[in-house]
Each structure stands twice: as C-alpha cells, then as structure tokens.
C-alpha cells in the first residue's frame, strides 16, 4: 500500500505560477498528476516514469507546465506557470507501485493504482 501526500495548491491570478508536491511513503514506478474540473471528468495533466525519466505532458499544458521527481525523496513535483482561468481544478496526485505497470501508457488512468486526496486550484482574477 502507498501513501500520497500532496501539498500546493490554491488561490493565484492568471498568468502567475504555482507549485505541487506529492510524497509517496513507498516506492513508486510511475507518478502523475490529474486534474478533475467541475463537471467534467478526470484528465492527465502530466506524468513521469520513476526509472526512465520519461514525462508525459497534456497538450493542454506543454511548455507552462514541469514535471519531475526527487528520487531521495520518493516526491513529485509539478511546476504550474502561467496559469489560465482553465486550470481551475482539483489537481491529484498518482502513482503505481507496480513495476509492471510503468510499461504501461502514462497517460492512462489505469496505470496507476494509488490516487492522492487531491488539492484544489484556483486561477482567478
């Protein structure tokens, strides 16, 4: 069983920055970070192989968004620049701590089996 703590979030007016942190309390193979607007259903964000290095980022958010990992740590962070309106979600954490699954696609929302509590995040002026 791995535990998630997230931590970042809140309030911030478009165009500003905003980080997240995600601790897991085992080792991981895979993490990422989702998003789940008002009404809508739960998307991919960003993603990142634990071994490989390799990321995966939502059209959405490429080259505003940075994902990556401190491995000492067991911690994934998730760098959010200049925010818009519609990044307005709660944004969670996920991971596997199944080695199988990180040949999986990271994009995908049953590659992970563990999911944070999540964290909300406002972009308003």
């Known amino acids: 069983q791995v535990q998630l703590e997230e931590s970042g979030g809140g309030l911030v007016q478009p165009g500003g920055s905003l980080s997240l942190s995600c601790a897991a309390s085992?080792?991981?193979?895979?993490m990422g970070w989702f998003r789940q607007a008002p009404g809508k259903e739960r998307q991919i964000v960003a993603a990142?192989?634990?071994?490989?290095?390799?990321?995966y980022y939502a059209d959405s958010v490429k080259g505003r968004f940075t994902i990556s990992r401190d491995n000492a740590k067991n911690t994934v962070y998730l760098q959010m620049n200049r925010l818009k309106p519609e990044d307005t979600a709660v944004y969670y954490c996920?991971?596997?701590?199944?080695?199988?699954?990180?040949?999986?696609?990271?994009?995908?929302?049953?590659?992970?089996?563990?999911w944070g509590q999540g964290t909300q995040v406002t972009v308003s002026s």
């Open positions: 996920a991971a596997s701590g199944d080695p199988v699954r990180s040949r999986w696609p990271l994009q995908g929302r049953g590659t992970y089996d563990y």
């Open positions: 085992a080792r991981t193979y895979v």
């Open positions: 990142i192989n634990w071994s490989s290095g390799t990321t």
